[in-house]
């Protein structure tokens, strides 16, 4: 059967992360039976959030097989929500890929949205076996933003509390940010991590124009840290790529395959 006749498969896959906790996701099997692209959600989202859901659906016409996942402690994924939680979530990616490579699978890429995009280039700073990395939307400077969710004077009230209560704007409880886990945030450094991506691994950075929650400088200034590095714009763009999903999932998929036919090449 040819790779254009065989039918894209789905099929939940369940893998343990190093703390035993169970990591739920969605296998979208088309195309060749080894090559595949991990998705990476956000914070406070899931693997069905609508961008993640989108790119795999874009990747499985494209004939690109792809695994998003919840991370601990999110979606359907055993273990507790931390905020911060950065480092734990590239252990988690890290276990994905290490359950893929043991199915002896090659991993075209790691993909990754908002705090994604951040833990797809944090596991490319601490591990140098995956040599294509997409971050959609990442933040450059984790001090920055604390403070639109958490309030002002977010530092003093959380080291005489301990925690800080974030609420819906319905005015119901959300989740809870303890001091340890903003420590988390205001001690990873991107700035560092990115100096230490290997320059043989290929990095596209994508962000839109008018996004209202991570500002596009971030963009401009990943673009100077990685050492080797493409960057696109999206223009009108917001956080959510809500009115640009096409075009975006256009940009990720012609960049891993322009990778992959340059490293077969």
């Not at 507790?80 to 043991?102: K, P």
């Not at 001690?187 to 991570?214: P, W, Y």
Request: hydrophobic share 35%; glycine share 8%.
């Amino acid at each position: 059967m040819s790779l254009s006749a065989q039918k894209p498969s789905v099929q939940r896959i369940i893998i343990p992360n190093k703390h035993g906790e169970k990591l739920v996701g969605t296998l979208h099997e088309s195309g060749t039976p080894t090559d595949i692209v991990i998705l990476c959600h956000g914070f406070r989202c899931s693997k069905d959030n609508n961008l993640i859901l989108n790119l795999a659906v874009a990747l499985e016409n494209a004939q690109v097989s792809s695994f998003r996942f919840d991370f601990s402690g999110n979606g359907e994924s055993e273990g507790s929500f931390q905020y911060g939680n950065y480092w734990t979530e590239v252990d988690d990616l890290h276990a994905v890929a290490e359950h893929f490579r043991e199915s002896n699978r090659v991993i075209r890429a790691l993909v990754g949205h908002s705090k994604g995009g951040d833990v797809v280039l944090l596991h490319a700073s601490k591990y140098h076996d995956i040599r294509t990395v997409v971050n959609i939307s990442g933040r450059y400077d984790l001090k920055v933003g604390i403070e639109e969710r958490l309030g002002k004077d977010y530092l003093e009230r959380i080291r005489k509390e301990g925690f800080i209560d974030v609420k819906k704007r319905s005015g119901s409880f959300d989740y809870r940010v303890t001091e340890e886990s903003l420590m988390d945030r205001l001690g990873t450094n991107m700035h560092e991590a990115c100096l230490q991506i290997d320059k043989e691994c290929r990095v596209l950075t994508i962000h839109g124009s008018s996004d209202e929650i991570i500002p596009v400088q971030d963009a401009h200034e990943f673009n100077k840290s990685i050492p080797n590095h493409k960057l696109h714009i999206i223009e009108g763009a917001d956080h959510s790529y809500n009115n640009h999903q096409d075009e975006l999932s256009s940009v990720v998929i012609s960049f891993i395959k322009e990778i992959v036919e340059l490293r077969q090449g």
